[in-house]
């Protein structure tokens, strides 16, 4: 019925085999392209998440610890319920607000995970998303130099339109 009165369409196949998301925080994999993974996955894709930063300052008034502890849990259950290995996953544990400053340790690491296994798709929030660990993802990212590589932006905490941002050829 919404064919007949609207422009919005369902999505039958996903680009990329072998899918990476990286995700600044532990949650922002969900809510950003929770939709899409679960679709890769439905297509029998292998999907791997990187999270970047650790998720401490993510509840306030507990332990670092175990604001650390308890983020690295929920990452991990929201996975397997989208049908992700936990060995598909990689905390890296950059403090919250300080991703900035390790971009290049940052980049190292991912690239050994990429060399591992290359990416044909890569999600990660948008470059206009309003979020400073947000935004170095994207220069973690464009310091990598990848090429052939499907790169698919989502949302988080700024509104977007567009999907795809770029291809890199």
């Given at each position: ?44 894709h292998d999907v791997r998440i990187v999270y970047l930063c650790s998720g401490d300052q993510g509840i306030k008034g507990e332990r670092v610890e175990d604001v650390i502890r ?100």
């Amino acid at each position: 019925m919404y064919k007949k009165h609207s422009k919005l369409h369902h999505i039958e196949y996903l680009e990329g085999n072998r899918v990476w998301v990286l995700s600044p925080h532990p949650d922002d994999d969900a809510i950003g392209c929770g939709g899409a993974i679960i679709k890769h996955i439905q297509m029998g894709h292998d999907v791997r998440i990187v999270y970047l930063c650790s998720g401490d300052q993510g509840i306030k008034g507990e332990r670092v610890e175990d604001v650390i502890r308890i983020r690295k849990s929920e990452a991990q259950n929201a996975a397997m319920i989208m049908g992700i290995s936990l060995d598909n996953l990689y905390f890296m544990n950059f403090g919250d607000d300080t991703l900035i400053q390790h971009v290049d340790k940052a980049v190292l690491k991912i690239l050994d995970l990429f060399n591992l296994f290359p990416p044909d798709i890569i999600y990660l929030p948008s470059f206009l998303d309003n979020h400073p660990d947000h935004f170095a993802t994207n220069s973690v990212l464009k310091k990598c130099n990848l090429k052939n590589t499907i790169i698919s932006a989502f949302e988080v905490w700024t509104p977007l339109i567009p999907n795809e941002n770029c291809r890199y050829n």
